[in-house]
């Protein structure tokens, strides 16, 4: 009978026709093609075999060479291959013998049931490996398979070293020491800079009383770190040198791993073994708190229950997406817990193992064959009996697809012994399974940095400040998700010399943050088992949330998004495709009904989007059309913007990248009212700046102009005076080009407010005039009533002008209401109500900040109502009213704080300070003043300083510190003096008096 041929992949390619003779495959392509579809042994499509191979070709040259190289394999190897239209399989249940399935499969027995007769079949099957995948193997300009046979070779390496470590531990503890040493030697044959396979050889040697072979081997690894890294060996494996050196090991008698493999020895082993079948931990793992914390809480209270035949069936589903940590968490769990279950861990991935298969190893685990039940029925019938007198913890892996969920359903046991843990990356399917699921996070910050902290060590994340800044930016990037840090890390790791800066500034990038990868982890991998198992419909609707980038979004944006490529979809349809891939932890709901990304899925999102450039081109146009649809239905309803506050920028950055001019300045003239209504004054500067930009594409002096004039108001509102004054120069100059009055008389105008808020009053009121006299004979939105308010409000501020500052204001405030100017209304009230407190008819005053308070709040505007309860804040501190009055500065202050109006939460704290000082706490008092000094003294706001250092001289006197009482009292005088405010001089003189200074 003629032998099966052979196809090695270790240590080079060779394919054996019999068994023994050497046969050419074919060209170096086919023997690539070969060699990926046989380590890949699952349906690959056409296209992505074509680009890996011929990446420097167009797409119709890839598959013609493709269609070649498939013809010729399938001459040599046609029973192995089915080769269909879109894809191509390697069968692996046709016949080939490959090498690296029989390794792989004999190392996932060993580690699924560790036995003596299996460590035996792996130390020969290790064998195998006799060197790199593929060693030698290289192909010309075929980059993208170069990346692949890299990380798969690394990967090899890896599998390769572990396996051999875990079979040197399983022989030591079984007291076969003498089979561990050959095996311990070849570890850090492969991997000589790798400690524990030295500490292993030392602590063997040592038990088996060979103490100068232990210490020499202590000496081979100093001498190997030092020669290659520099370094010395880490604490753990000295103080092992130092246990040897001192003869405290005991020595062991050793058996043979053949000897237990004998029936008796056997039948012993099987009823004393408690099979632990969980993953080894990772090296790095970071703990989960709070889910293990919550976990850990169901699983004790179901094993305290007394009568087991009361426990209710506990399932625990951890759900999260794809590369969030769940298998890492169930194994950490099964490590943890492990003395709490008497009979053991088992553990099934009905993604990669068929049922039949996992039901074997559990069984086996336990001492029993039941190979004779070749019907899933009967055995998982078997396998339930068998549990139902154990108290075990089943760990069911991966249970994401229909299929897996078919699987696990075999694998349940049917009593209240057990516990089950079966991660998924589907609600639904935790649902359908009667599990609790707890859902399963990123990482919290601290825990990111500790993560990297573990895998690259102490001192190399904080090696410098600016290196540990660089760890918190790396998994900021990344956005904490496990998986994606792990990749990052361990690239780290292998580049000694790179700083973190370094991999901070790539992922800055998201085709970076996407395209890690280390061993067999990819982050892509994570996300494609879910993105392929999507229909189309499904996967427009995840393409277009790539437009969001992580942020919220609402259905009714999506679906405008996605009807231009599936016009038959309604809103309920897009509503209903978002939860279920809801329940595929693709996307998350909030309780407000709307949507977001983590966003490493957003990013994979996008790309697959950028994949379709036509695609891609007519959902960003449907993004902005949408938003400007919303804007411009909004009105005074500003509330309804809240949540899209973040999108409308990026909706600003995709019209400019695509070239939308003109919806760009629509949407900055559509948003300047939401703008200054809400305060967004950074958002409203950095809108303006590209819509600047799209009007000079244009030509259009016009819109310039009106976006100048937006752009220095923005600058004001934030006391960027100098900015502010650019812009609105800028825009004066153009308006005079254009002969536009209105344009001319606003930028005065607001160039007068700028020399009012520098006490330039002179410069004011001369910029106040020539607008008035540009206003004469056309209507203007700058109006009598504006100039007429800021003349009042010139009045007030230089020197408390009241008699001046009342007449136009009253004029300003008719003028505003008979024209339905509700800023302009709720500003002269706010003013007048200055003026009443300055004359000290509070009543009055309480009543105008009032009537200001309701107008705004009809505007909706909170940067008006912020001022207006400032106001009433000072007005009820005067009138006695203290707990009104820190009711309205409180409120005002939480306002002030989102929109970024600095002064006037400077003014507001000292407002507060004062209220507090009333109550005789000066402690309070005092802080307030000081954080509200901090802002002047930065602004250079001289006079505010002055009062400030006023209000401090008072509150230390009171509280007793009379050395800090006349040092700010000394300072205060010093500005009033360097101003020459005759009442703030006069009225430190009397404190002087007063205090004895």
């Known amino acids: 009978m003629t032998e099966s041929p052979k196809l090695y992949t270790f240590n080079g390619l060779q394919l054996l026709e019999d068994g023994q003779t050497p046969s050419k495959i074919g060209s170096r392509k086919a023997e690539a093609l070969l060699s990926y579809l046989v380590l890949n042994p699952k349906p690959q499509p056409r296209d992505v075999l074509a680009d890996l191979l011929w990446d420097d070709r167009t797409q119709q040259q890839a598959m013609s060479n493709l269609r070649r190289e498939l013809s010729e394999l399938r001459k040599k190897l046609a029973p192995y291959l089915r080769i269909e239209r879109d894809s191509v399989t390697f069968d692996s249940a046709a016949g080939l013998w490959v090498d690296a399935h029989v390794l792989k499969e004999s190392i996932h027995k060993f580690k699924s049931a560790p036995s003596p007769d299996l460590a035996i079949q792996l130390a020969k099957d290790l064998d195998i490996y006799s060197g790199p995948l593929l060693a030698g193997f290289y192909v010309r300009e075929a980059s993208r398979f170069d990346d692949w046979l890299f990380t798969e070779r690394e990967h090899w390496h890896h599998l390769i070293t572990e396996t051999l470590e875990k079979l040197v531990t399983f022989c030591r503890n079984n007291h076969c020491l003498t089979d561990a040493i050959p ?24 038990q088996l009383g060979k103490r100068n072979e232990a210490l020499e081997i202590f000496k081979s690894c100093k001498e190997i770190l030092f020669t290659e890294l520099g370094v010395e060996p880490d604490a753990e494996t000295i103080r092992l040198f130092e246990i040897i050196r001192k003869g405290e090991i005991e020595r062991v008698e050793t058996i043979s791993l053949d000897s237990l493999v004998s ?92 049922p039949l298969s996992i039901l074997d190893l559990w069984a086996t685990a336990y001492g029993h064959d039941f190979s004779q039940l070749n019907d899933l029925q009967s055995k998982s019938s078997a396998v339930r009996d068998l549990l139902s007198t154990k108290q075990t913890l089943i760990v069911l892996d991966n249970v994401d697809q229909a299929e897996e969920v078919r699987r696990a359903r075999y694998l349940l046991p049917n009593h209240h012994q057990c516990v089950v843990l079966l991660t998924t990356r589907s609600h639904e399917v935790a649902a359908s399974l009667n599990a609790r699921p707890i859902e399963i996070r990123e990482l919290t910050s601290e825990n990111s940095e500790k993560l990297l902290t573990e895998i690259l060590g102490e001192d190399r994340v904080h090696k410098t400040p600016a290196e540990t800044k660089s760890a918190i930016e790396i998994a900021q990037h990344l956005h904490h998700l496990p998986l994606a840090l792990e990749i990052a890390a361990q690239r780290l790791r292998s580049r000694p010399s790179m700083p973190l800066a370094s991999m901070a500034n790539r992922l800055a990038q998201s085709k970076q943050r996407l395209g890690l990868k280390i061993t067999d982890q990819e982050v892509r991998t994570s996300f494609l088992f879910s993105w392929e198992g999507l229909n189309q419909t499904a996967k427009s609707i995840f393409m277009a949330m790539g437009l969001f980038a992580g942020r919220n979004f609402n259905a009714d944006s999506i679906a405008s998004i996605v009807q231009v490529a599936e016009p038959q979809l309604s809103l309920f349809d897009v509503e209903d495709e978002l939860y279920g891939l809801a329940t595929l932890s693709l996307v998350k709901s909030n309780q407000d009904g709307r949507f977001h990304q983590h966003r490493l899925l957003a990013d994979f999102a996008a790309e697959q989007l950028e994949q379709q450039p036509e695609l891609l081109a007519t959902y960003q146009q449907r993004l902005i059309t949408f938003y400007l649809n919303l804007v411009s239905n909004i009105g005074i309803d500003f509330e309804r913007l809240s949540p899209e506050w973040g999108q409308l920028e990026a909706v600003f950055d995709i019209a400019y990248q695509t070239q939308a001019w003109r919806q760009l300045i629509q949407l900055s003239e559509q948003l300047t009212p939401a703008w200054e209504a809400r305060g967004r004054y950074s958002e409203a500067r950095r809108g303006y700046a590209l819509a600047q930009d799209a009007a000079k594409k244009l030509e259009s002096m016009e819109q310039e102009a009106e976006i100048l004039l937006g752009w220095g108001r923005a600058c004001l509102e934030q006391n960027e005076y100098a900015d502010a004054k650019d812009k609105l120069e800028e825009g004066l100059a153009l308006y005079h080009r254009l002969e536009e009055g209105d344009g001319i008389a606003q930028a005065l105008y607001h160039l007068a407010r700028i020399a009012i808020e520098q006490n330039r009053f002179v410069e004011a009121r001369e910029l106040l005039n020539q607008s008035k006299g540009v206003l004469e004979g056309f209507d203007s939105r700058i109006g009598m009533g504006d100039i007429h308010l800021l003349e009042g409000v010139v009045a007030i501020t230089d020197g408390f002008q009241l008699d001046e500052a009342e007449p136009v204001l009253n004029q300003a405030l008719d003028l505003f209401k008979s024209s339905g100017n509700l800023i302009g209304t709720s500003d002269t009230l706010r003013a007048l109500a200055h003026v009443a407190l300055k004359k000290q008819d509070l009543e009055l005053a309480e009543s105008l900040a009032l009537e200001a308070k309701g107008v705004s709040e009809k505007l909706k505007n909170r940067s008006q109502l912020a001022s207006n309860l400032f106001v009433l804040t000072v007005i009820y501190r005067g009138q006695g009213k203290l707990d009104q009055a820190e009711s309205a500065g409180e409120a005002s202050l939480a306002i002030v704080r989102q929109t970024g109006e600095k002064q006037t939460e400077a003014l507001i704290l000292r407002q507060l300070s004062h209220l507090h000082a009333s109550r005789g706490d000066y402690q309070t008092a005092l802080d307030l003043t000081h954080q509200s000094l901090v802002y002047f003294q930065n602004s250079g706001i001289l006079l505010s300083q002055a009062f400030t250092m006023e209000d401090l001289a008072v509150f230390y006197q009171k509280s007793g510190d009379f050395d800090e009482a006349k040092r700010y009292l000394d300072k205060a005088e010093l500005l009033a003096k360097q101003l020459s405010h005759i009442s703030l001089i006069s009225k430190i003189g009397r404190y002087r008096q007063e205090f004895g200074f």
């Open 263 to 354: 029936n008796e020895a056997n039948q012993i082993l099987a009823e004393k073994l408690i099979p632990f079948q969980a993953q080894p931990l990772m090296p790095h793992y970071v703990e989960r708190e709070t889910e293990t914390a919550e976990i850990e809480r169901l699983i004790l209270e179901q094993l305290a229950t007394e009568a087991p035949e009361t426990r209710h069936s506990l399932i625990i589903a951890p759900v999260g997406m794809g590369g969030i940590g769940k298998t890492a968490l169930a194994t950490y769990l099964a490590h943890r817990l492990q003395n709490h279950f008497a009979d053991g861990v088992l553990w099934g991935n009905p993604a990669t193992s068929d």
């Open 183 to 206: 095996i311990g030697r070849r570890l850090i044959q492969l991997d000589p800079l790798v400690e524990s396979g030295y500490q292993l050889l030392m602590q063997i040697n040592a």
